[in-house]
């Protein structure tokens, strides 16, 4: 892209503006965390702890209702990521490539649920599932939780698919490939990053989901992001928070990492509309 | 090499296989789950809360639930304050992200680089956990309040607990899909199609009025409506951050549900906010349809 | 009735590679002056440093005796036609053209009458309602063309404007555009990668390569009289043979041929329509392939250390392949150190 500004090589200045603000807005915050987490004792008013230590943490992790919600936390993901990607990825192909009667319709119906204001919808939801009595179950959750992987797991795959370059199929006909060969090791190679991305925030964005999780999981059911709603609510121990907010984020941050090629593409934005 | 004949556009769509229902088989299972836990709910909710069974059991077309709802001293003040943040929510999404995303479409280099990165950032931290940090900062005795003792400046006000507690940590939440979605919509104007306007002795802001705002409308007003769709109902960051009474609709509809134990009245109140959400919803749909027809 | 000095503009990126290095032109009052170059050779990076696009890293450009060097697009005298017409999708062809004038707050009566005057110039009399997605290719460079004249601008600039049209389409509007140009009389600089067009349509040349000039004249005297190798493969066909002058004789594998220069190395340019051929049984040459275009014929010669020579002749069924040949070149350049030290 053209630099358009009158700029001469000078100082960026919006640029150094949006920086600053940013950072401190942004980054500021979660740094305030960080060194909540690995403090034992801060207290009003110094601007720095007054002493530093990991006493917390192994207080943290040492209990029992941490443990049980880590862990149903990951039982819980897991099976909805698997479920989505087992439902979702075959039916993103055939939306990708075959033709059939009501295939957009079908399509876009995808669609509706951002249609409706989030959380209305989830109260919805759960006035069925009392009816059902799915509240406060595991599989009641693991529904909520695979309706909201739903769009995500279905619409990037399938521009994953579009992607591929039908030339690069042409040509594996060409030298003898089955179809099923060519999906085996051309087509799947090629979508595969991008669906493995779309796979990754799915599973990084269930394990976060909270309202879902809050309203048909309660009380049974207490997901590490229910748990620290408990935590800030109860005003527990600071520490126990900025611990559990570190943990918690690591997954994110490597998510990060990995899908950071996915979100650059247009098509994510373009997935939700702009 | 074999010569292609002029004007043969390779479908994207594999037509040859007919429209055999293979394709219906394989999405069946996503399809049906989109409609029993998405439409269905919102059909049954609408009329559940219409057509009443009474008592003696008989069903009759009833509005009562919402007669109450817009009598109700305290549901009204509850909607009251939503409508006022989604507002004002919005107004502050799109006065710090359309400049945010101006300057990333029209600049280039690490700074502009480090700049996307960090509007992106908020996209991968939790909710609680950024309604933790916003305690931790702007709470009482809190980071903010810690740095004006420093320099012998009266604590602040905290945020925490009023209104503005759940409207600052949903622009933070929300900054970076509005971004995104404004830089995809201006992605769509051409570097030339601004430097023509210059050449023509279009200043600045003459070219951001007449020709790149025109051309982004349509995605402004989509990063609009996914933010008040995302915004209206919302439940964590209020519930975390914002005062007891009133509340947004998303904390008195899960008390309603579950601590009132008035599935009517929950159902209600989803209803109602479907009500004041639908022309951002039907817009949103009708835009991404047309977007990926193209 | 305009002037352009351009002195000695230089455009550095970062990381020091030059795009334009140190470039002077003059160009006068109504002259059109076409830069010509492969990609890479500046010419469009020169032309967005005249239009304010761009910021020379050093030099000045005067326009009229005014400094514009630092001045940004919108306040330069310069209208820019550029190659993707950039026109605005959702203006129409009225509104396109009047926008510039809306902006300089003429009276509503006054824009409509430039606009209509422009577009009978151009000939889309009557377009004014059209959306531009409806107009063809060649209509839309038209009405970029007439954006940029209605606003009278000093200096037209025209960045390989024709460059997305198909070859008849091109080479009508290229006559067009030269009418108007001469007809308004207005100063105009022309990027283009072909030769065709800016040997047709320009009063100057500049030949640009690596961001400097190769050379600066007028069409028949580049083509006639090339100042450097590089300008001499640029433009036509010719063949360009590296090699030695000793004792009055320059020398290539078997081909000699008398050439009163100085010893030492030298590159001998000579066009394929300037060989004569004669076969014979001492060859200079071989014939490596007879190809036959009905007017004329193109004979491919390999000289004995395989270095390729085109000539054109009139018969081509004179030769075939295998025969051995004289070769004759009626007239030459001979370059040494990227200079010519002869010529016939």
């Not at chain 2, 069974?53 to 009204?76: K, Q, V």
């Amino acid at each position: 892209m053209t630099t358009l500004t009158r700029a001469r090589a000078r100082m960026d200045w919006p640029g150094v503006f949006f920086a600053t603000l940013l950072t401190v807005a942004i980054v500021g915050p979660l740094l305030v965390v960080g060194t909540w987490a690995f403090t034992e004792v801060w207290r009003f008013p110094n601007v720095i702890p007054q002493q530093f230590g990991f006493r917390f943490w192994g207080q943290t992790l040492g209990r029992a209702d941490v443990w049980n919600a880590l862990m149903l936390s990951l039982r819980l993901t897991t099976v909805v990521t698997l479920l989505s990607a087992a439902i979702c990825l075959p039916a993103a192909y055939a939306f990708a490539r075959m033709s059939f009667p009501g295939r957009n319709l079908l399509f876009f119906s995808f669609l509706a649920g951002h249609a409706f204001p989030k959380f209305g919808l989830l109260v919805a939801i759960a006035a069925i599932f009392l009816q059902l009595n799915l509240i406060g179950t595991f599989w009641g959750v693991v529904l909520i939780q695979l309706v909201g992987t739903l769009m995500f797991m279905i619409w990037i795959p399938v521009a994953a698919f579009q992607a591929v370059d039908r030339r690069m199929e042409e040509a594996a006909r060409d030298v003898g490939a089955s179809p099923l060969r060519v999906f085996w090791s051309i087509t799947l190679p090629q979508a595969g990053p991008t669906i493995a991305a779309a796979v990754l925030l799915s599973f990084v964005g269930t394990f976060y989901e909270t309202e879902g999780a809050w309203l048909i999981g309660a009380p049974g059911i207490r997901t590490m992001p229910v748990l620290m709603i408990s935590y800030i609510n109860n005003q527990m121990v600071i520490q126990y928070g900025a611990v559990l907010s570190v943990l918690l984020w690591v997954p994110s941050f490597i998510a990060l990492m990995f899908a950071r090629r996915v979100i650059g593409g247009g098509a994510f934005a373009r997935g939700f509309g702009g | 090499m074999t010569e292609i004949a002029e004007g043969v556009v390779r479908p994207l769509i594999d037509n040859t296989a007919g429209r055999r229902p293979v394709g219906l088989l394989l999405v069946a299972i996503p399809v049906f789950l989109m409609i029993w836990l998405v439409i269905w709910p919102a059909i049954n909710a609408i009329g559940r809360t219409v057509w009443r069974t009474g008592a003696s059991g008989e069903t009759s077309f009833d509005l009562s639930s919402y007669g109450f709802f817009f009598s109700d001293r305290y549901s009204l003040d509850n909607l009251a304050v939503t409508l006022w943040t989604t507002m004002v929510c919005a107004i502050l999404l799109l006065v710090i992200c359309l400049p945010i995303a101006l300057y990333l479409r029209f600049s280039q280099g690490r700074l502009s680089a480090y700049v996307q990165a960090l509007a992106i950032f908020p996209m991968f931290v939790p909710s609680i956990i950024l309604a933790f940090a916003f305690i931790r900062v702007l709470g009482p005795n809190g980071m903010v309040d810690i740095l004006l003792n420093a320099v012998d400046l009266p604590k602040i006000r905290t945020p925490y607990l009023t209104p503005w507690g759940p409207v600052i940590g949903l622009v933070w939440d929300n900054i970076p899909l509005t971004v995104l979605i404004l830089l995809a919509g201006l992605g769509s104007v051409a570097n030339q199609s601004v430097e023509a306007a210059r050449d023509v002795g279009a200043n600045a802001l003459q070219v951001f009025w007449h020709i790149i705002l025109p051309r982004i409308s349509n995605s402004i007003l989509v990063a609009l409506s996914f933010s008040v769709l995302g915004i209206f109902s919302s439940f964590t960051l209020p519930y975390l951050l914002g005062p007891a009474s009133p509340e947004m609709l998303g904390p008195f509809m899960q008390r309603t549900l579950r601590e009132v134990q008035d599935p009517i009245g929950a159902m209600t109140q989803a209803v109602i906010a479907f009500g004041f959400c639908i022309a951002f919803g039907l817009f949103y749909v009708r835009s991404v349809a047309r977007n990926q027809g193209k | 009735m305009s002037v352009l000095h351009i002195r000695q503009v230089t455009k550095t990126y970062s990381g020091g590679t030059k795009a334009v290095d140190s470039f002077s032109l003059d160009v006068a009052d109504g002259e059109l002056v076409c830069l010509l170059g492969p990609s890479g050779s500046g010419k469009s990076t020169l032309l967005r440093m005249v239009g304010g696009f761009e910021q020379p890293t050093g030099g000045q450009i005067t326009i009229d005796g005014e400094d514009v060097t630092h001045l940004p697009p919108e306040r330069r005298p310069t209208g820019m036609v550029f190659q993707s017409h950039a026109l605005w999708s959702h203006m129409n062809v009225f509104k396109n053209l009047a926008f510039g004038l809306r902006l300089r707050r003429m009276p509503a009566a006054v824009i409509r009458e430039k606009v209509e005057a422009v577009l009978e110039l151009v000939g889309l009399s009557g377009y004014g309602e059209r959306a531009t997605g409806q107009l063809s290719g060649g209509q839309q460079q038209r009405v970029a063309l007439a954006r940029s004249l209605v606003l009278e601008p000093k200096i037209l600039l025209l960045d390989e404007p024709f460059a997305s049209l198909d070859q008849h389409l091109r080479e009508r509007l290229r006559e067009e555009v030269r009418d108007i140009q001469q007809r308004l009389g207005i100063t105009t600089l022309f990027v283009t990668h072909g030769q065709d067009e800016a040997l047709s349509m320009a009063d100057r040349i500049v030949v640009m390569a690596n961001g400097k000039t190769e050379q600066i004249d007028r069409p028949n005297v580049i083509y006639r009289e090339p100042q450097t190798p590089f300008v001499a493969g640029f433009i036509g066909t010719m063949n360009l043979i590296e090699g030695a002058v000793s004792d009055g004789n320059f020398m290539r594998a078997d081909f000699t041929l008398p050439l009163p220069v100085s010893d030492g190395p030298a590159i001998l340019a000579v066009r394929p329509e300037a060989i004569d051929l004669t076969i014979s049984e001492t060859p200079e040459a071989n014939v490596h392939r007879v190809t036959d275009y009905g007017t004329h014929g193109l004979v491919d010669l390999d000289l004995a250390d395989g270095t390729r020579i085109k000539s054109m002749v009139a018969h081509p069924d004179m030769f075939q392949t295998g025969q051995g040949v004289q070769i004759s070149p009626r007239a030459v350049t001979a370059y040494r150190d990227n200079r010519p030290i002869y010529r016939s």
